[in-house]
């Protein structure tokens, strides 16, 4: 039955060839306009690190008081005092410290050119707290923290360009003038938002290539690639002393809690602390402090550009138009065959024949509108460029499982919009239309 439901359909499609593909083009271009938008906001919507997004939080502690908070808020990083004093606690599991730096390279063959690399002055479970797969060697541990050491995790794009993609783990690397020892070689990482960096607006920038020890950083004065937020009553100071001794806020801190009763009692510390401060006279305000796991955090953050949720809301609004078109077009197409399911039903046709029939025949326009939406949603992958800034942009693609989704919510929505006219023609009532004839 439904081969022959599929050759009515391909005989009523083919008798009227242009309303045929005013459906097919209205499904195409409503689909395709749904499909290129969705393909931005998973990416910028989605859960940048699913397997621990509820064990990583990012404390915050309010250091400018509320003159100064925006909307009750305490700042998105931490000053130089308040971050040492977390890390010397350790109340959590594995924490970090972090912020980013730009290095110069200085290649080993005297002909080449000396180039830029970005990465982050952390600590040593940076790698493990965020599952960061390696390619050779392993992080620098504790031992290394504690020494300051020189030593360097390089991403595997640096160690290909540096080394041609050879074992480097042990080899010496010059940054900024200064040797250091390659501890280890990063595969492919960069999960995109960069949740672990929102605060100096690297959400979707270019992967790392340099990781140094934190400590190390410090003991050399690497300043600081990133933000130096000093609120609005904040001095960075006339040298680096009282730059580090004072209020400015420009450290990323990370935490890892894997229990509600460690996260409460991670809560309790930090308002401890702030209390603590605020009785040494520091702090003139009641404690102030949050702590954000990740999903919060790039909420906080607003991860998702609002252009996204705009552009997708207005795409599923244009799909819904180009659907009640298609209705319409339906309804006229299936009405006209009034006479013809009068007699399919005065020979023993049932209603369900009659839905089967023309959902079938619906079904093989969404195919059609589908393949087209394809055609489309590829084309204006192109043009994303000129809606989205260019660094969101570029990671929206299309993959196979854009490719099924894009099919499957062309069928689904065609055969869901001829309900209501295949509805209409199956209550044709033979005897009026045999009658009439």
Known sequence: MFIHNLQLGIFSLRRNPLLTALMIMSIGFGVAASMVTFAVFRVVSGDPIPQKSSQLFVPQID????????NGEPPGALNYTDALALMRAHKADRQTLLYPVSMSVMPEEAHRMPFKAAGYATYGDFFTMFDVPF??????GAAEDASREAVVV?????NQKLFAGENSVG????????QYRIA????????????????NGRAYAEPAQVYIPFTYAMDQQIETYGNNNCGSGGKRGDDRESWLRGECVWISPWVELDSASKVEAYRQFLN???????????????????????????DFQHAVPPESRISLSLSVGFL??????????????????????GVRRALGASRADIYGQFLVEAAMVGVAGGVLGLLLTG??????GMVFEPQIARLAHLDLSLVALTLLVAIVATVLAAFYPTWRAAQVQPAWQLKSN
């Not at 390619?135 to 620098?140: A, F, L, T």
């Not at 280890?184 to 605060?199: I, N, Q």
């Not at 520091?282 to 919060?296: E, G, I, T």
């Not at 298609?326 to 299936?334: N, R, Y």
């Open 135 to 140: 390619q050779y060697g392993s992080p620098w």
């Open 379 to 384: 084309l204006g992958m192109l043009g994303v």
């Open 272 to 298: 401890g602390y702030a209390e603590d401060q605020r009785r040494a006279g520091r702090f003139s305000w009641a404690p102030n402090n949050r702590l954000r796991d990740v999903h919060q955090w790039l």
């Open 154 to 158: 390089i991403s595997r794009d640096l």
């Open 320 to 341: 819904v138009i180009c659907l009640v078109n298609t209705i319409g077009l339906l309804l006229a197409k299936f009405m006209r065959r009034a006479p013809e399911i």
């Open 63 to 70: 250091n400018r008081g509320p003159q100064y908070n925006r």
């Open 184 to 199: 280890g070689v990063t595969d492919h990482w960069d999960p995109k938002p960069r949740f672990y960096d929102m605060f």
């Open 171 to 178: 080899r010496r690397i010059t940054l900024d003038d200064r």
